[in-house]
T-cell receptor, first 111, second 115 residues
Framework: DAKTTQPTSMDCAEGRAANLPCNHSTISGNEYVYWYRQIHSQGPQYIIHGLKNNETNEMASLIITEDRKSSTLILPHATLRDTAVYYCIVRFSNSGYALNFGKGTSLLVTP | DGGITQSPKYLFRKEGQNVTLSCEQNLNHDAMYWYRQDPGQGLRLIYYSQIVNDFQKGDIAEGYSVSREKKESFPLTVTSAQKNPTAFYLC??????????????FGQGTRLTVV
């Protein structure tokens, strides 16, 4: 699975959009981009995933660049409950391997 | 409700004792996983299983053992051979069907403290 690079930490004001970047310059054509988040002392929670096209669901939007070497997770209206560690993961859909979590980005949403 | 359940939430053991952590899922998922998380770190894979009666070692399997006798259950035993067993343990499951992208569902974790 391709390696990812994320900033260690970010801040965002409540009500504003949080834009979390992820670099995955060695991604291959069959690898998906997944995003999970982990609120302190809880299990990670799936947010969204995509292959080539931008994706949106009730939680977030995922923007993948045309060359697929980077992506951005967007939380359109961040709330205090969005404070968590966000993990960007790249993997083959049928690799049979578990997700490879790095250290992620610690997002702090402030009042 | 469908989901994945880990028990207990907190567990204390004396050094040198084996301890088994429970993980049960009613999502009818084929694949199950065990991760370990240390303070300020990401998750590291211990073991995973794609099908009943089969499992593979992850990145840090030494000192741990698992079984997969039933689809719903994937217990993890932390043996006395594990040198630093105190950690947060997370279990996950996914459909893991070949050719389909799948998301993983996590339990709420078991925090193990060995004294």
């Amino acid at each position: 699975d391709a390696k990812t690079t994320q900033p260690t930490s970010m801040d965002c004001a409540e009500g504003r959009a949080a834009n979390l970047p992820c670099n995955h310059s060695t991604i291959s054509g069959n690898e998906y981009v997944y995003w999970y988040r982990q609120i302190h002392s809880q299990g990670p929670q799936y947010i969204i995933h995509g292959l080539k096209n931008n994706e949106t669901n009730e939680m977030a939007s995922l923007i993948i660049t045309e060359d697929r070497k980077s992506s951005t997770l967007i939380l359109p209206h961040a709330t205090l409950r969005d404070t968590a560690v966000y993990y960007c993961i790249v993997r083959f859909s049928n690799s049979g391997y578990a997700l490879n979590f790095g250290k992620g980005t610690s997002l702090l949403v402030t009042p | 409700d469908g989901g994945i359940t880990q028990s207990p939430k907190y567990l204390f053991r004396k050094e040198g004792q084996n301890v088994t952590l429970s993980c049960e899922q009613n999502l009818n998922h084929d694949a199950m996983y065990w991760y370990r998380q240390d303070p300020g770190q990401g998750l590291r894979l211990i073991y995973y299983s794609q099908i009943v009666n089969d499992f593979q070692k992850g990145d840090i399997a030494e000192g741990y053992s698992v079984s997969r006798e039933k689809k719903e259950s994937f217990p993890l035993t932390v043996t006395s051979a594990q040198k630093n067993p105190t950690a947060f343990y997370l279990c996950a499951s996914s459909r893991d069907r070949t050719g389909e992208d799948t998301e993983a569902f996590f339990g709420q974790g078991t925090r193990l403290t060995v004294v």
